[in-house]
């Protein structure tokens, strides 16, 4: 899978990018991730990205022409790409989101900057808008890498374990449930019994009442999205119960 990434600021992915399995995932080709430089498709010997707003306003606004010019030469080199927008005000960015873009073989990332981008670049560039939460940040560089991560952890081959990505956190809209590992008893923390016993069918049931568990106390909004079966309902009702 291809990222391109329109950047103002290509340095602030060196090191995420050359870390943990982001790395891994280069390396073995199941990924590529090109940074292109915005100012490099600015004109003037200054190389300018910004300007004033017109009628006036704080901060400045990110030209539309090296953007355009950018994205110009991006899609040249070939087959058309959904090009996505990192902004305050895109749709939120969720597990299901990133499964669907996982599905695509390139993506193309335009990370804002600035007060904001010139209202062309949405109007006439931009296929979709994302973003991954309610606050503002100085610029789309973060939210990408959150986009590449979640991303690419979906793309085969990238997890060494097929079976992590669907049993993690909000992969069935529901939160993943306590895990642990050695030792068995430490300072009296001891981990529950029944994940020593072996027995593989109670361990499963034991992990699925603790998701729930966990979901209701935590995100109880979830628990509308989430597919559960009549077991899973009987379930969460005695949790509520319980208080």
């Known amino acids: 899978m291809i990222f391109d990434i329109l950047t103002l600021f290509p340095e602030m992915f060196q090191s995420p990018l050359d870390s943990s399995l982001l790395k891994k995932a280069r390396e073995k080709g199941l990924i590529q991730v090109r940074l292109h430089n915005i100012r490099d498709y600015a004109r003037g010997r200054h190389k300018v990205t910004d300007d004033y707003p017109y009628?006036?306003?704080?901060?400045?606004?990110m030209k539309v022409e090296p953007v355009a010019e950018a994205l110009d030469a991006l899609l040249r080199e070939g087959d058309r790409a959904p090009v996505l927008l990192l902004t305050p005000q895109g749709e939120p960015f969720s597990q299901g989101l990133a499964a669907e873009l996982a599905g695509r073989p390139r993506l193309i990332l335009v990370c804002g900057h600035y007060e904001g981008v010139d209202e062309r670049i949405r109007e006439h560039?931009?296929?979709?808008?994302?973003?991954?939460?309610d606050y503002v940040l100085t610029g789309g560089e973060i939210p990408a890498l959150v986009v590449v991560d979640a991303v690419s952890r979906l793309v085969p081959g990238v997890l060494g374990n097929v079976a992590s990505a669907s049993s993690e956190s909000h992969a069935e809209h529901l939160l993943e449930g306590p895990q642990y590992t050695r030792p068995a008893d430490?300072?009296?923390?001891?981990?529950?019994?029944?994940?020593?016993?072996?027995?593989?069918?109670?361990?499963?049931?034991?992990?699925?009442r603790e998701s729930l568990r966990r979901t209701l106390r935590k995100r109880p909004d979830l628990l509308g999205k989430a597919a559960l079966s009549d077991d899973d309902r009987r379930i969460v009702e005695d949790l509520k119960k319980e208080g």
């Open 186 to 208: 430490y300072r009296g923390w001891k981990v529950p019994d029944v994940l020593l016993t072996g027995n593989h069918r109670n361990i499963e049931n034991w992990r699925r």
């Open 55 to 61: 009628g006036g306003g704080a901060g400045m606004v």
């Open 125 to 133: 560039l931009i296929d979709r808008e994302i973003s991954i939460g």
